[in-house]
């Protein structure tokens, strides 16, 4: 999500599709996910980014299909949103729920700033908060370093 743009504003809900949440889910589905979830998401992104919450891009979702991983789609992405990212001057914020996902996401650049925790009875959900500071490209033309 660009900056200034909320996950859980209700335009953005409502585009995303997640309003059929409120059908499909059970009354304790709907609890957990709309008076749980997305309120620890949406506190923890506003602590963790504090006076640049609004100012960052949030990487809200990603993920393959299991046909689709190791080809490198998902990196594309990121990618793509973090170079505009750069060229803004913009952090980058996303949480993830895989293990696996903080060692991809330190080699583009994201570092673990927080763990959150979904409380379950058997077994709680970890959340790595993660952030990736705006980045300066750097181009060597003729022998001189140009900044950008």
Same mark, same amino acid.
């Given at each position: 999500m660009p900056p200034g743009n909320n996950m859980d504003d209700y335009l953005t809900i409502f585009r995303s599709g997640m309003w059929r949440l409120n059908w499909q889910l059970s009354k304790e589905g709907k609890k957990r996910f709309f008076d749980e979830f997305l309120p620890l998401l949406h506190d923890t992104k506003a602590q963790v980014? =504090?006076?640049r919450d609004d100012e960052s891009w949030y990487l809200v979702y990603i993920g393959t299909r299991p046909s689709g991983r190791g080809k !490198? /789609? =998902?990196r594309k992405v990121i990618e /793509? %949103?973090?170079d505009m990212a750069d060229a803004? !001057?913009?952090a980058c914020y996303l949480e993830s729920s895989n293990e696996v996902n903080r060692i991809i996401y330190g080699k583009l650049g994201f570092g673990l700033k927080k763990n959150i925790y979904l409380q379950r009875a058997e077994q709680h959900v970890e959340l790595d908060i993660m952030v990736r500071e705006p980045v300066q490209k750097r181009t060597v033309a003729n022998g001189i %370093?140009? %900044?950008m």
């Open positions: 980014m =504090a006076q !490198g /789609y =998902a /793509y %949103v973090t803004e !001057g913009r %370093v140009s %900044v």
